[in-house]
């Protein structure tokens, strides 16, 4: 490596990648002190291959002797990260546009468990495709099958595979799809950033060593399609096929030791095609956080595939930037849906955000068939409505939070609750007679999350009968005399689902 520390700033973190790859990240950098240090890089013998902003960030781009240096300054937050790879491939990636010979296309493979896949047509004919998802053979079926469906050419032809980070859901499957299919596609490019899994590497991201086998069968079985790779670093921009990929996050930001969630290491890119932006999340967390400093209204996109297949890892500030008008989920519509709930623990406020706080005009999801967009492509005059009437159909199934009972006797009062929710219900049981002096109100009790549960309400073992506010006589001294018929109204926190030995009267 010929590259020598900048002195500027203070140096908050140097990292190893891996395959002599090394990162330096300062802070407290000022603007004049950054650009002395990149013409004292000229003068060492380094020459600029590139020179660009995104955003209002400089990036530059040297090479010596087969080594690259990625330089890129964040005036914002008076940052700098420092990228030394040994391999300066990355320059000599040229691609032309072809024929335009069709529509390009977004497509979302459905999967047997998502994961992530997704093809990109490009207009030449020639594919992008994200991941590929889980080793499942039935979703590499899917995958070969997409590709030659959509593909003009005899062979499919995938200009760039990307693999956003090393979790099983998103690269086993390139390796099943390569060994059964050896001859069904061509690969030209790789584009990734995985840690080698040499003992000193790998060690460094615990979570992976389990993991160990299967990405040296990923690197082999890339080798064994011939096609050039490279590792891709934040600020990178990829010209191909007509689109434009922006690495907006990568393991530069985030590879801070030990990693112990991969998702960390999540490839956030920016896809343009045809005017068009796309913003691919990956599973990103950490580094969603970031997003919105780093980069401000450049993260402005039309198409949004959100976060970690929308568990966890969003940003309410990132999302109002980007602004989509459609989002594309990986994830089964029943996950989504139900969980886009306050009565879910996943179900986090950056995600509630996004389909009751924004102008998103179009949600998909998994579990439908393969989602397919024409690029570029327009939301539908009504998608709006309809995803928010299938929020409420979700909502529903839950059940309701106050249910009524009539004409019931203390021989009646044996229930069962089932609460589908990731919250535990806290109810309230109301008995109404005839003669008000007999009125029972808030016998309480609670219903476990993701449970069903049975419960005599006059047993003070299983509820708590002394929480009573208008009689002087607790359900515990007085209980509820035999054969005389009441009213039991339950109010629940949250949707339950009540069955007692008479159907309800009335649920809401």
Not at 303 to 325: C, R, S
Not at 385 to 399: D, F, N, P, T, V
Not at 416 to 433: C, G, K, M, Q, R
Request: proline share 5%.
């Amino acid at each position: 490596m010929n590259f020598s520390e900048f002195k500027i700033g203070t140096l908050l973190r140097f990292e190893d990648e891996g395959a002599g790859c090394f990162v330096y990240e300062y802070s407290n950098v000022r603007e004049r002190e950054y650009f002395a240090s990149l013409s004292e890089l000229s003068k060492q013998g380094y020459t600029k291959k590139e020179e660009y902003e995104i955003w209002v960030n400089s990036f530059s781009a040297f090479e010596k002797d087969g080594e690259l240096v990625l330089c890129s300054y964040y005036p914002k937050s008076h940052k700098a990260i420092i990228v030394s790879e040994p391999n300066s491939a990355y320059f000599g990636l040229a691609d032309t546009v072809g024929t335009k010979l069709v529509t390009p296309l977004f497509t979302q493979i459905d999967l047997e468990d998502f994961g992530e896949s997704v093809v990109v047509r490009l207009s030449d004919g020639r594919f992008i495709v994200y991941d590929g998802g889980r080793e499942f053979e039935p979703d590499a079926d899917k995958l070969v099958k997409c590709l030659c469906e959509q593909s003009p050419h005899e062979v499919p032809v995938v200009a760039a595979w990307i693999m956003t980070h090393p979790h099983c859901d998103h690269y086993r499957c390139f390796v099943v799809a390569q060994r059964k299919y050896p001859d069904a596609f061509t690969v030209e490019r790789f584009i990734y950033n995985f840690t080698d899994t040499e003992d000193k590497d790998i060690e460094r991201i615990p979570t992976l060593i389990k993991d160990r086998e299967w990405l040296c069968d990923f690197e082999k079985a890339v080798a064994e399609t011939g096609a050039s790779v490279y590792r891709a670093h934040t600020g990178q921009v990829y010209n191909i096929g007509g689109a434009c990929l922006e690495v907006l996050s990568s393991p530069d930001n985030t590879l801070i030791p030990p990693v112990k969630d991969v998702n960390a290491l999540s490839l956030v890119i920016k896809m343009t095609i045809d005017g068009q932006a796309i913003m691919m999340c990956a599973d990103s967390n950490l580094n969603m956080t970031t997003l919105a400093e780093d980069f401000g209204g450049h993260l402005k996109s039309d198409i949004l595939q959100p976060t970690h297949h929308m568990f966890v890892g969003g940003d309410i500030e990132t999302y109002n930037l980007i602004d989509p008008k459609v989002c594309v989920v990986p994830s089964f519509e029943a996950d989504v849906f139900a969980r886009i709930s306050p009565y879910q623990n996943k179900c986090k406020k950056e995600n509630l955000h996004l389909f009751y706080g924004m102008n998103v005009e179009e949600f998909y999801t998994g579990s439908t068939g393969n989602v397919v967009l024409p690029l570029p492509y327009t939301p539908k005059q009504n998608g709006r409505r309809e995803y928010i009437e299938k929020l409420a159909s979700y909502r529903k199934a839950l059940g309701a939070e106050s249910w009524y009972f009539m004409d019931m006797t203390a021989e009646d009062c044996e229930f069962t609750f089932l609460n589908t929710t990731a919250e535990a219900a806290n109810v309230s049981a109301d008995l109404y007679f005839e003669d008000i002096a007999n009125i029972l109100l808030s016998i309480k009790f609670t219903v476990p999350s993701m449970r069903t549960k049975r419960i005599n309400i006059l047993n003070t073992e299983e509820v708590d009968g002394n929480a009573l506010y208008y009689n002087n006589h607790s359900l515990a001294k007085k209980g509820v005399a035999e054969g005389v018929p009441f009213t039991v109204s339950f109010k629940s926190d949250i949707p339950i689902v009540i069955k007692g030995k008479k159907p309800a009267d009335y649920h809401s």
